[in-house]
């Protein structure tokens, strides 16, 4: 049964289903491949699979959500969104689809074309809204696919920070509308706010059907920081009650973050269970491409374990039962696992392998009668025995600068670049930048924290940041425009209020590093020439817009630039710069400087600057390997 209305209406019991994304690197791809087999042992009712901001990830999404169906046996939901799309896009994806047996689409609007505020009359073309594209498909491919929407328990934002403009009771008739027009099940934003779900819910079956089903879409709590995005990029709000549970001393912690965050879920899906009598019975994780705390809260949630079944087995005898076999296995995932897990397990079996049957095809790691195993879920949330360690080497996501062999590595959504906020918010922050005076004052003031935001980050400064403050402005005056960059430590407790992390007991190590854009004419005659002399001290990698790029390193190297030393617990390391990261994140880079030239009009003056700085800057990352000269990288680069 491919169908998910289909599909959830026969079932009697609870569920979950899966979000993932396309990861940005080939490791990434095998690994998530894996990851996903893994996590058919959670049983979900279906899986969706992202599609980028503006079509930006169009052919690895149908590639992803191809081989899942094919070889997980789980329908498969793919995203598609339609805003401003020519309708030979939406015939070509909706024909892939069908080809590959994908029998269910969650059709969304996207996001408003660059430069421009949404307003009803707003978008060209055939596609202006969610509704054309429901009623596109139901009316061309009637048989073909069931057809899901998003819905808003706190109500659709267009870009606007302060949430003024969000109501739930306002953007009914639209979800409404795009249900008479035949969507056939719902999956909502993500929210942490029970008491805003519910009455949404219940203005849902009211106003809205009374028999669409209603899938509550919530993010697993994997760090602090990543928590506090996820919810203002979403406007999701949270109560005061869950934040009070992150006091300013565990925040730094991801172990202990995700241990609250686990427990914070499985209340708030127990309490959903129980005060809609079971009328909303199942769950959509937003998975971040991660998999340790989904099987926790399955693990612990008195509603979500009775998908598991006992297995009389033990993990070894099931996986007697079985052939292990590689996906695409390189030498470079091997050396990850043993860098990763320095341990003595069985080295037949690595992080990237799969368990697939006789005949080729993936399994599950289920129980006789076909249910999924509790032991193996178990083993997966606990990270013990082989399937758990292969399940939660990456399980501290860390952005970009994580390890891209993770299918978690990259942004928090796998949506693809934007300016990080609306167009109206940009022209008020940023201004009309028309020459590379008016540039510098913009990287300046954000150095300053007169800016919140740049087009490459909204996170705002670190605090360490402030302890290299006067170097990085005085980069910044000279032209070479940063980006990331950190000062050096060595051996700083774990607790230190600037570089701490992790649980306490633990010392932090960090290498100098500064990531900038430089124009091309610079960099030969005078970074380059400053670290040249310093032999192996300095490593860079640099790229730039038409895919050029250059490092002083072996092919495929990469430099651990933080590191963490912790009783009872392996070496951790959270921040890594490296071949095949810095490449995805220069692809990134430059088209921001793209999207950045879309508010303005074509050939005027900004429209034109911004473009020309496409073309001519070089992307450069560059490492102080002697982390105990604390001055080291700043000294060289400002001499």
Not at 11 to 30: C, D, H, M, N, Q
Not at 603 to 609: I, Q, V
Request: aromatic share 10%; glycine share 6%; with cysteine.
């Amino acid at each position: 049964m491919s169908y998910i209305r289909e599909r959830y209406e026969a079932l009697k019991g609870p569920f979950i289903s899966l979000e993932f994304f396309p990861p940005k690197t080939l490791p990434g791809k095998r690994n998530l491949l894996a990851r996903m087999a893994r996590m058919t042992a959670l049983n979900p009712l279906f899986i969706t699979v992202t599609w980028g901001a503006g079509g930006t990830t169009a052919e690895k999404t149908l590639e992803l959500a191809s081989l899942a169906q094919r070889e997980l046996s789980i329908p498969v939901c793919m995203h598609l969104t339609c805003t401003n799309t020519d309708k030979e896009i939406i015939d070509h994806a909706l024909e892939k689809a069908r080809l590959a047996d994908i029998r269910n689409i969650l059709a969304l609007r996207g996001d408003p074309p660059v430069g421009e505020e949404w307003d009803s009359n707003n978008g060209s073309g055939e596609f202006k809204h969610a509704v054309d594209l429901v009623q596109y498909i139901k009316q061309n491919y009637p048989d073909d696919f069931s057809v899901g929407v998003a819905a808003y328990p706190e109500g659709h934002c267009e870009g606007e920070a302060d949430g003024l403009l969000q109501d739930p009771r306002r953007d009914l008739p639209y979800l409404k509308e795009k249900v008479d027009a035949g969507a056939d099940f719902v999956i909502t934003q993500l929210f942490y706010d029970v008491e805003k779900f519910l009455a949404f819910e219940e203005m849902f079956r009211c106003e809205v059907s009374e028999d669409v089903p209603l899938f509550p879409g919530i993010m697993p709590i994997n760090s602090f920081l990543l928590f506090n995005r996820a919810s203002k990029l979403s406007h999701a709000s949270i109560p005061k009650r869950i934040l009070d549970r992150f006091p300013p001393e565990i925040q730094a912690d991801d172990s202990k973050v995700r241990e609250i965050g686990v427990d914070i879920l499985v209340e708030i899906i127990d309490e959903i269970y129980e005060r809609t009598n079971g009328r909303i019975k199942g769950v959509h994780f937003y998975t971040l491409n991660l998999e340790k705390a989904i099987a926790q809260i399955v693990s612990k949630s008195a509603v979500l374990s009775s998908i598991l079944e006992e297995d009389q087995s033990d993990e070894e005898d099931a996986e007697g039962d079985i052939v292990l076999e590689d996906i695409d296995t390189t030498k470079e995932d091997e050396n990850l696992r043993k860098r990763r897990r320095q341990s003595s397990h069985n080295s037949d079996v690595i992080s990237n392998r799969v368990l697939v049957d006789q005949d080729g095809n993936f399994t599950a790691n289920r129980s006789a009668s076909g249910a999924p195993s509790r032991k193996v879920v178990v083993s997966i949330s606990q990270g013990s025995g082989t399937l758990g360690k292969d399940a939660t080497w990456d399980e501290f996501p860390n952005g970009r600068f994580g390890d891209s062999r993770s299918p978690a590595f990259g942004e928090i959504d796998g949506y693809g670049p934007s300016l990080k906020v609306s167009a109206k918010k940009a022209y008020h922050i940023w201004g009309k930048p028309e020459n590379l005076r008016d540039l510098t004052s913009i990287f300046i003031r954000y150095l300053e924290g007169s800016l919140e935001a740049l087009p490459w980050s909204d996170l705002g400064l670190s605090p360490e940041t402030a302890l290299i403050q006067e170097e990085l402005i005085q980069l910044n005056e000279r032209g070479f425009l940063s980006l990331a960059s950190q000062p050096a430590t060595n051996s700083t407790p774990s607790t230190d209020k600037i570089f701490g992390w992790g649980p306490p007991g633990g010392y932090i190590y960090q290498k100098a590093f500064v990531e900038l854009f430089v124009h091309k004419s610079r960099w030969e005659s005078e970074l380059k020439a400053k670290i040249e002399p310093h032999g192996s001290k300095f490593s860079y990698y640099l790229g730039d817009s038409a895919g050029d790029f250059q490092t002083n390193l072996d092919p495929h190297g990469s430099s651990v630039v933080t590191w963490g030393v912790f009783p009872n617990s392996e070496v951790l390391q959270t921040t890594i710069i490296e071949e095949d990261s810095f490449k995805a994140w220069r692809d990134e880079a430059f088209s921001i400087w793209l999207e950045w030239s879309k508010l303005f009009p074509r050939n005027s003056a900004a429209n034109t600057f911004l473009r020309q700085l496409h073309r001519d800057f070089y992307l450069v990352s560059i490492v102080h390997h002697d982390f105990t000269d604390c001055d080291g990288l700043w000294n060289t680069l400002l001499s």
